[in-house]
Every structure is written in C-alpha cells, then in structure tokens.
Nanobody
Framework: QVRLVESGGGLVQAGGSLRLSCAAS????????MAWYRQAPGKQREWVAH???????NYADSVKGRFTISRDNAKNTVYLQMNSLKPEDTAVYYCKAIGPTNYWGQGTQVTVSS
C-alpha cells in the first residue's frame, strides 16, 4: 500500500520560512520522481516543483529562487524548503509520487500572513 504523508505546514508571517516534508512508503522511493503541488482556495491545483531520481530539479516561475526541493533516499522523504514566503503562497501543499500510477498525499496547510 502506497502512503505519502506530508508535514511541516503552519502559519508564518510574510518573509518567513517553512520546510515541508513528505514521507513515502510502499514505493521504491529512490526510483521515483517526486513533485510538490499546491491548491489555494477557489483555485486549481498547480505544480510547484519537481525532482528526478537523479535529483535534477525544476520549479514554477512563481517560486523560483525562493523554494528548494530536495530528497533523502535513505529516509524515503522529499522536502520543500520555502523561504521569503508571500501571502500568495497560502495553499494546501501536496506531494506526488510520479509513475505509471501517480500517488498523492493528503496535503498540509501553509498560511502566510501579511
């Protein structure tokens, strides 16, 4: 059974930082590309960042230079370090395991106050 569990969300002031974690089980994590998405109230879910098996990364323009995705294959965990947070970053953040079948976590709420 595949399970993705996000953690690390919370309330932070604009300009602050948070680090999200996504712990995976039930997959061969080292062989699995991973991604972070987010969904703000009333908006569609949007892609935020992607990391390949080899730890190559890509970012949405809206977060480039502020967010960093990384992975620790020994811990089966993918991270999203978020710096210089803005109120428009407020959303539920989801991790995604990418493969023939995609898997999603349950999400973690990030709220950035102005």
């Amino acid at each position: 059974q595949v399970r993705l569990v996000e953690s690390g969300g919370g309330l932070v002031q604009a300009g602050g930082s948070l680090r999200l974690s996504c712990a995976a089980s039930g997959i061969i994590f080292a062989d699995t590309p991973m991604a972070w998405y987010r969904q703000a109230p009333g908006k569609q879910r949007e892609w935020v960042a992607h990391i390949t098996r080899g730890s190559n990364t890509n970012y949405a323009d809206s977060v480039k230079g502020r967010f960093t995705i990384s992975r620790d294959n020994a811990k089966n965990t993918v991270y999203l370090q978020m710096n210089s947070l803005k109120p428009e970053d407020t959303a539920v953040y989801y991790c995604k395991a990418i493969g023939p079948t995609n898997y999603w976590g349950q999400g973690t709420q990030v709220t950035v106050s102005s």
